[in-house]
């Protein structure tokens, strides 16, 4: 790989999918559904927040791969971009930090159904080609966050962000598990 971070990235993207599977691939609808109130996500919704968040970098990542990808204002200010970016990696890595989350990458759906797993785990699949996509490319480039045009990093601050994003997230999913009043497997 010419872009030797990634393997690290794409074996924890593979542990994330695998942990999914095992805490949470044998619960019920109605467990993967559950919310502890109705401000709080259910198992279902930080998941498929995740899919979300995730889906909404791989324009970019394509555009990237076949060298059509233009560049914006913002993204020619490399200063303001390697702040922004570090400074997103540290607030996601605190995971005692509330985020609250932008309405771009939000779940959805209020239920999700069963299959949700799966889904999940054709995303991770989708998520790995697509970093391994990239690996041709700078990984240096500047890129403009889905979220705001003013918002701006490196490919490989993105890549940052997107693994320990979805490790944030099934932590939270797991904490679900973990709140009183939280079903029975029937």
Known sequence: MKNTY???FIKEIDKITSEVNS???SLTANQLN?????EKWSIGQCLEHIMVSNSKYFPMMNDLVEGIKKRTIWERLPFYSGIIGKMLISTIKKESRKVKTFKVFMPSKSEVSKDIIKQFNEHQEILKKMMYKTDSADH???ITSPVS???TYSLQDANTIIVFH???HFNQ?????EKEGFPDNK
Do not use: C, D, Q, T
């Open 23 to 25: 805490v949470f691939g």
């Open 173 to 177: 999913a797991k904490r679900v598990m």
């Open 166 to 168: 979805e490790r944030r």
């Open 140 to 142: 240096s480039i500047i």
């Open 149 to 151: 045009k003013y918002i």
């Open 34 to 38: 559950w919310k502890p109130s109705p």
């Open 6 to 8: 990634l393997e690290p």
